[in-house]
């Protein structure tokens, strides 16, 4: 009778350790697709930030409401003469992400080209994607105008019309890590209804 031979254990270790390789293998592929797939995630929010949060946007400055008082008139006296006082709402509107802070500034009013009237607005802050509302009141005198030789026929026709500028100089601040210089402006045409003693109309741009 012949002796048996045990079979050799070399293809079973070898099993082994090739089967204990491939799961690492297989594990370090999974470890790369969550780092990818983060990687990727990542490289989303910042363009969705960059799209959204950092596209700083100018504020947008208007005229709210305005009332006129004490408007007085003399188109028949040489010269012809106005005065009135205006009392005005203004809106900074700030669409960004980050709050728009604004330096002191000033709002100008002028008959034909000629200044008749001037407000100061005082330095501030519009809060982010928000609306700040700024009340100013305007002493409106034409001594400046007086010479205008259109000054009687347009208080004789019944409307003044009044032009306004404003301008604000001031950064928008995301996070408090980024600044970006931005300045609105407002630019309107009032009209004033000089028999009824109110404002008609205005429109800005």
Not at 32 to 38: D, G, I, N, P, W
Not at 146 to 169: F, R, V, Y
Not at 189 to 194: E, F, G, K, P, R
Request: positive net charge; glycine residues 4%.
């Amino acid at each position: 009778m012949e002796p048996t031979t045990a079979e050799p254990k070399t293809d079973v270790g070898s099993a082994s350790v090739q089967s204990e390789e491939l799961r690492r293998r297989k594990k370090g592929m999974k470890c790369l697709a969550y780092v990818a797939a983060f990687a990727i995630f990542l490289t989303a929010i910042i363009l969705a930030l960059a799209v959204t949060v950092m596209n700083i946007k100018n504020p947008k400055f208007r005229l709210h409401s305005i009332d006129v008082e004490d408007l007085s008139l003399s188109p028949s006296t040489t010269p012809p003469s106005f005065s009135m006082r205006l009392d005005a709402e203004l809106a900074v509107k700030n669409t960004n992400f980050g709050h728009y802070k604004y330096e002191n500034s000033t709002i100008t009013l002028a008959y034909r080209g000629t200044k008749v009237g001037e407000a100061l607005i005082s330095k501030g802050r519009a809060r982010a994607r928000s609306t700040k509302e700024i009340e100013v009141t305007v002493d409106v005198t034409s001594s400046n105008a007086s010479i205008n030789s259109n000054l009687a026929s347009d208080l004789n026709s019944g409307i003044l019309t009044l032009t306004s500028h404003g301008e604000l100089s001031g950064k928008v601040h995301l996070m408090e890590v980024f600044k970006k210089k931005k300045a609105p402006q407002m630019n309107c045409n009032i009209n004033i209804d000089l028999v009824k003693k109110e404002i008609q109309d205005w429109n800005c741009n």
